[in-house]
């Protein structure tokens, strides 16, 4: 592969970096999780997006969580037509083999998929209808819940934020269609969780099925 190029620089020192420092100083940890394999609590399913640091938010350790990551932190509904998908086969690698307690949706605030979705929807960007388009076809999923939450919401970016807990919403939604996710949940073997995460203020959002999305309070 004559275009991959070695590392920049940048990334070679920060290795070496943590190589000598985080690496050597949990060696032993390092070579159980090698030799043991990885049996983490939770799942947890957010977005592509540079700005959602997910272990650093919750202060996991390695090998603690077991992260998928996509564009608008969203779950496909369960369609077994021998395609290739990626967030599909995560969720059924987290449940089934490494048997996670939880799932964790993560949405966030000004998410740029979900906010393309909106514009999608409202004819605003025709480029994302083409067949082509890799980001209009996934955004295709909250396509519904644009449909939702304009017919209760007024103002473009308040239509943008509620979206963006509407998408977190929906990822819920397609999990249950999953078999073994639904025979895990009814089994008490797991849990779904909700969460969206106001990046400016820090403030994580959880979602009550009685009150919606409210603010994590502060442990006493």
């Given at each position: 592969?004559?275009?991959?190029?070695?590392?920049?620089?940048?990334?070679?020192?920060?290795?070496?970096?943590?190589?000598?420092?985080?690496?050597?100083e949990?060696?032993?940890?390092?070579?159980?999780?090698?030799?043991?394999?990885?049996?983490?609590?939770?799942?947890?399913?957010?977005?592509?997006?540079?700005?959602?640091?997910?272990?650093?938010?919750?202060?996991?350790?390695?090998?603690?969580?077991?992260?998928?990551?996509?564009?608008?932190?969203l779950?496909?509904?369960?369609?077994?037509?021998?395609?290739?998908h990626g967030?599909?086969?995560?969720?059924?690698?987290?449940?089934?083999?490494?048997?996670?307690?939880?799932?964790?949706?993560?949405?966030?605030s000004?998410?740029?998929?979900?906010?393309?979705?909106?514009?999608?929807?409202?004819?605003?960007?025709?480029?994302?209808?083409e067949?082509?388009?890799?980001?209009?076809?996934?955004?295709?999923?909250l396509?519904?819940?644009?449909?939702?939450?304009?017919s209760?919401?007024?103002?473009?970016?308040?239509?943008?934020?509620?979206?963006?807990?509407?998408?977190?919403?929906?990822?819920?939604?397609?999990?249950?269609?999953?078999?073994?996710?639904?025979?895990?949940?009814d089994?008490?073997?797991?849990?779904?969780?909700?969460?969206?995460?106001?990046?400016?203020?820090?403030?994580?959002?959880?979602?009550?099925?009685?009150?919606?999305?409210?603010?994590?309070?502060v442990?006493?």
């Open positions: 592969m004559e275009f991959a190029k070695p590392l920049p620089n940048y990334l070679v020192q920060r290795y070496h970096g943590w190589k000598a420092t985080t690496y050597a949990n060696r032993g940890w390092y070579l159980h999780l090698a030799e043991e394999g990885q049996r983490p609590r939770a799942m947890v399913i957010s977005c592509c997006d540079s700005r959602v640091h997910v272990t650093s938010i919750f202060g996991a350790d390695t090998g603690e969580f077991f992260i998928h990551r996509n564009i608008a932190n779950v496909p509904p369960y369609e077994p037509d021998g395609n290739q967030t599909s086969a995560a969720v059924e690698y987290a449940v089934t083999a490494l048997k996670v307690a939880h799932i964790v949706v993560m949405g966030h000004n998410c740029g998929g979900v906010h393309a979705c909106h514009d999608m929807c409202a004819g605003k960007a025709p480029e994302l209808e067949a082509s388009s890799f980001i209009g076809r996934w955004m295709d999923i396509r519904p819940g644009y449909e939702r939450v304009v209760r919401v007024e103002g473009e970016a308040a239509q943008k934020t509620e979206l963006e807990r509407e998408g977190v919403l929906t990822s819920l939604r397609n999990l249950e269609t999953f078999p073994f996710v639904q025979r895990a949940v089994e008490g073997m797991l849990t779904l969780h909700g969460t969206w995460l106001n990046i400016a203020t820090g403030v994580l959002n959880v979602y009550d099925p009685g009150e919606g999305f409210r603010p994590l309070k442990a006493s």
